[in-house]
């Protein structure tokens, strides 16, 4: 069975929001859409987004670390937020394990909002309906798209390539290795949503300095001593053995 | 959480229903075994639960307003087998057309006598509709208890006592109500229905100040640190990505003041349970109608508090997401 | 809508797919725009441009937004009469009045002193046109934005290596092993940069940051390090001290391609003080580059020779008298001596730093840089004819930008950092700095500006460039008293090497008449009445005065926008431009191209949806006046308009007629097939648009590498125009040309001379070598009582004021926060979130504050430009961004407080005019419980300018539905 799903590898992300506005212009005009905007241009502007990305900071003074932050739905493979639908508008995909919500069959009741403990759900307060991340549905499996373009709009902008789109049930695939290999983790895992998205924590990279790599035979220093010493006046054994 | 008034209604209005429900039921099952006598069907038994139909027809116009899409909201009947909710939209129609039956036989006085004993005690099918209705009422408790209780990472909600809690604070504001209500229709009543009010709301103070004690002992499994996956002591969030508020910052949060929050424990501790058991007593000692419909409506008013406090109080998970502009 | 059965195929006859370029900001990344009945469905990035690749940014993905933003203007407005200026009452004209009013009103000026006309231009790209439509006008008042961005970095960088970082040069990370970013939050190159830092991490690559703050780039640094602002020159010269000392210098590197062994006169008594010994025998032509007519002390024959004799080996170090008696030493002797105080202690209580990190991170550079090594087998051939089998590369690499830019010892701290660049031998090779086309130039680039007032006459174009790069006291554009020319008081004694003007000086300097008042100031994209000015609120004022007599001081402003900004408000005419989307644009490599490391690179935008109601490129707007005022480049011999349109001119313009070079260096030469230069091509635009909209030449792996050395490179520059000089471009270690500036100033330099208060001022800062000196602005501020440094930071989703109308962009900042260490909440008593108030000495500010653990505890910041005006860019008058945001410009000033090297000096770089941002200090206080909750100050607010949009109450966006209505 496949599930797919988004790695978001915090050890690139520098928090650009290219993933926030890329997935609004993208779902915006798409089957997922419209996301719609209030106060657009007034006080407390405030919209439908399926992406946010956060800014947290890790530790003290100097020791700290600023982490951005990017969720969507994590395409939960346990999603709370499923069986609670009393339309069954939200489903999840045999197919992939996408979760989706049926804005047909919805009646905006929220329910399923308050079961989704990561707070990525969002109603639309004009079409009344509830929305979320798609794993953009209507690209993936687009076939009128170039191959390498059927990802996610914000796998796709994403300038550091922090967001890597692919199936985590298969053991091979990138996201499963990557998962495997450079920590993957899960939000929460305390409520055993199992959530398929992961994150990747932030690697260090370190120089170690030996004390012998200060000192070298190659120095170049020692080409600027002057070689050519001037001869001397004081007695020298050269002026005293008859050898 | 963000408490919505029409949830708030909802719950609220359907619990007065169901426990009046259940109260004119008790009654009636109490003269059925001739423990108390037989009430006037029309006047008591039709009217009493007409008058529970009308709370549960007035919640249910209430849970509309919660929907985006009322129109669909027959849908909303069809995940019975997984979604509470779903199944509280199948339990209450059942509840309030079994209602509607009991209270129509009553006031047709249809009443087939199905059976008697030779202690004197009858079993008429308004008994056995009656029933049913009581299995749909704790059926209807249940699922409204369990579309909080079931939500797990809702710790403050996740519990028994959520249900239990619905079940005694409906059942109380019913009785109480019918405790005023047989104040006029059958003052032979009242005092059974006081003594009644009076034990639930008792043990509903317990229950609730058990739910309250527990949720101020919460250990909130999640945390910053679960929530994004770092481990460190001090995390703190300086941007949530968004800065003229969401559905986030306006769904799951009540935004008041600890003090607020306080005070509306305390008053809605007040409200719900001393002040109308006040009221009630005093009522019934000087057999006045009214000051039992100040204690039906102060409770009321107390519930309102109780379950706007219930919504606030509960701190949802994402929450940890959205603290800072 | 069910998604199941999305069937919204996003390629039907509905649809259309357009490349072209983007500009939500500077960077120029390739964009791929599909339209749906005519509306922008979306925008990506185009997969096959070789900036991006294929990503976009928060900005590029919000370009719908820009582009039905209700902000946008759409009719020529003539201001009401009666109305004042930043009333922003305004009447629609038509184009015809417009270009009326324009020119006839120029003709006037260009008849009787043409420079009292003032083109100023903003964050364009289009310098090459509106440049030449100065000089062809004759007015030396000209500049772009630089002078308020970075031109210290493009002028310290220049004047020592013959290129710079912004958007001349950058960090070859694809090949670096140690990558080390100062100063940058976001920067021109935002894609390219976030695309190759990720990948250099996940390369392995230990990647360093030094700044105030940790946020955007910083935040994935394997180690921050914070400094305090201003203070990187003196962690630089401790490094090349450490450097230096423990002989972690590429030597080789200095010797061959450097002037470090090159022998300095000191013999105080001459006129030559400080010079480099010249060989007297040997003829050299005149021309701007560095003659090889030096000499080194060679280590085997202990004597002296010619630079670069053959099997000669230079002293670095030491000190020698010539057969004269003349002493000398090697420059690089003279640096060592330089730094010798300039000790890991004495830097780390300048700049918070421990000793032991700044001796770590020297360590760190100087054993990578030697013992990581990269041999490319790539042959090459030196320019004097040395050939190589291999490119060798030392794979350390810097970025950095405004964060030392933006300081008035910016200059001095670029050299800083150059020369220690320099030091580890990282110049143009792989893993370290890499030059684009057209850089490398010759130190300094040969254009000069013009050298005097007999250079500006009546109905003549201008006598040279209006910016050029001054190699001499003698190159400055001064009058006989040696008073400055140029309003901006650009190339004048104050800031001699100011190679991109002061634009953030014309406005009070023409307010107040000094050098002289002018008549019309044409703005053109930029936001002078907010955040592209220092002292905003006086600026503002200074926009709206008036003489005694009732006359505007500045009599006539006009201003191209495409937005209802700040500025629009003060004009007399708007002129509204059109969006990146609407009109043709090129990205010249006349100007600033988008070349890569491995060859040159120039792009072109083509209107991927018609203009916006009676929108007019700002392109056209020139080329018509250009045609009305009879400009020689834009009429034909019958004094008939000579071109068509933009596209026109762009296809058929030749910078001389003939020569075969254009403003496109793609598909030249009737059909096509030459580059760089050749006879235009009728079909260049369709040949552009069929390649994505760019031209990419990939040069030879062996031109690709040490270019300012590479024969092969400089033949090849030199035969497709982009020099003059195929002569090898050696790093200034020594700056010769800041030698000749400090030996004028002490009286011993015939030709021009500094006046007699700003002798001073140049002996200090024309220092051949880097020193560390305080910020002007800190040596002038009581820093007891304003002990705190204040930033501004780009943020990476909003481009400077501009992206406040985008009703996306604007839900992620609404508003800013001032962010400051815990501690100052803690010494002051407020806490976050509070009001406080920042106050410089120069105006104070009222704003919230947010606590972060990511800031140095003697700074704070905040994001740039989020604050607005009230009533601007289409915004409600109580929207977030004027009742909370702030913007902190209103503390700095644009000029330093008056002292003894006289009045009226801008808050500036003393040697290239940059602007100081971020010398400013302040101090942070609560404000009080009974102030107004809202930010301070606060203007009237602006009314809907006619022709802007409708402002709805909300929105749903769905491309084929939105304008038309649903
Ligand atoms: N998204 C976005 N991108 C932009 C722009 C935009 O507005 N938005 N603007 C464009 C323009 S015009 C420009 S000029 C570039 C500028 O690009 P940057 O140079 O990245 O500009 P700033 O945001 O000024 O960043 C300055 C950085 O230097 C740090 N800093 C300040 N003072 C010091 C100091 O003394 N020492 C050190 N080491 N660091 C210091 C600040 O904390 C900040 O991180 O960005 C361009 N790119
Ligand atoms: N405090 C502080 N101030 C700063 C800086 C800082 O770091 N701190 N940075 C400085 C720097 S580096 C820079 S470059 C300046 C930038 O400052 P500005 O050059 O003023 O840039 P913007 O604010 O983006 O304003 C440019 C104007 O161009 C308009 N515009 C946008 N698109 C178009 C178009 O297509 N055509 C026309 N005609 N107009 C258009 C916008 O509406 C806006 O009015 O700010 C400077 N100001
Ligand atoms: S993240 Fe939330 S909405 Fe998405 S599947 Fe999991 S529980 Fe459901
Ligand atoms: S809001 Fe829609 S999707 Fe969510 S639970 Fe209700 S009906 Fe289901
Ligand atoms: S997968 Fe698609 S819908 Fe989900 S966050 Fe990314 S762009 Fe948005
Ligand atoms: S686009 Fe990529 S780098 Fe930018 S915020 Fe999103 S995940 Fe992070
Ligand atoms: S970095 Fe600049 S040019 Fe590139 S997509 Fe973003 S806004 Fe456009
Ligand atoms: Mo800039």
Redesign the interface.
Known sequence: MTQLALIIDLNVCVGCHACVTSCKEWNTSGAAGTMCDDNPYGQDPTGTFFNRVQTYEVGQFPYTETVHFPKSCLHCEEPPCVPVCPTGASYKREKDGIVLVDYDKCIGCRYCSWACPYGVREIDEHEKVMKKCTLCVDRIYDESLPEAERKPACVLACPTSARLFGDVHDPQSEVSVTIREEGGYALMPEWGTKPSNHYLPRRKTRMHIHEDELVRADNPLKKEQREHAEPIDATTLDDSTSW | ?HPAFSVIFLTTLIGVGQGLFLAIFTGQSYSAVELLPTEDSVQFYATGSMLALVFLFAGLIASLF?????E??W?????WR?????RE?IALPVLMFLIFVYSLMHYFEWDTMLFTSKTGARLQLTLVIGMLGVIATFALFLCTGM?YA?????QEWASPLTVINYLLLGTASGFILATAFSSYTAPGLVKFYGVWATIITLSALITRSAALIRNARIKH??S?Q?????R?N???????????????TR??FHHKTRLFMKSIKWIFILLTFFLPLLFLWFGIEQANSNTLIMAFIIQYLGLIAERWFFFAQAN????I??Q?I | MSIQTAAVSETDSRTEVKNTTCYMCACRCGIRVTLRDGEVRYIQGNPEHPLNKGVICAKGASGIMKQYSPARLTKPLRRKAGADRGDAEFEEISWEETFQIIADRLAHIRETDPKKFALFTGRDQMQALTGLFAKQFGTPNYAAHGGFCSVNMATGMIYTIGGSFWEFGGPDLERAKLFIMIGTAEDHHSNPMKVALSRFKRNGGRFISINPVRTGYSAIADEWVPIKPGTDNALFLAIIHELINQGLYDRDFLVQYTNAAELVNLDEASDDFGMFVRIKEMEVEEGCYDPQNKLWWDRLSDSPVNTLTEKADPFLLGEFSLEDGTPVKPSFQLLKERVEKYTPEWASTITGIPVDTIKRLAYEMGITARDEKIELPIAWTDVWGNEHDTVTGNPVAFHAMRGLAAHSNGFQSIRGLSILMTLLGTIDRPGGFRHKAPFPRPIPPCAKPPKGPQDVQPNTPLNGMPLGWPADPNDLFVDENNEPVRIDKAFSWEYPLSAHGLMHNVITNAHRGDPYSIDTLLIFMSNMAWNSTMNTDEVRKMLNDKNEDGDYKIPFIIVSDAFQSEMTAFADLILPDTTYLERHDVMSMLDRPISEYDGPVDSVRVPVVPPTGECKPFQEVLIELGARLKLPAFVNDKGAKKYRNYPDFITNYEVEPGSGIGFLAGWRGKGGEQFMKGEPNPSQWEMYEKNNCVFHYELPKSYQYMRNWNRGYLKWAQEHRLTRYEEPINIHIYSEVLQKFRLAAQGKRAGKQPPAHLRKRIETHFDPLPFYSETLEGQLTDKHKYPLNALTQRPMAMYHSWDSQNAWLRQIHTYNYLYLHPSLGQKHGFGDGDWIWVESMHGKVRCMCRFSEAVEPGTVWTWNSIGKASGAWGLDKDANESKQGFLLNHLIAEELPAGEDGDHLSNSDPLSGQAGWYDVRVRVYKADETDEKISWPQFDSMPALPGTGIRRKWQAYFAGKFTRGK
């Open positions: 959480m919660h929907l985006g899409h009322p669909r909201a849908r909303a009947a069809t995940k997984t979604s509470w909710l779903s939209v579309i079931a939500i797990k990472f809702l499994k999640s910053i679960t929530a994004i996956g770092v460190h001090q995390i703190q969030q300086k941007s949530m990505g968004f800065m003229g508020g969401s559905v986030n769904d799951f949802h998970p994402q929450n997401y959205y800072t």
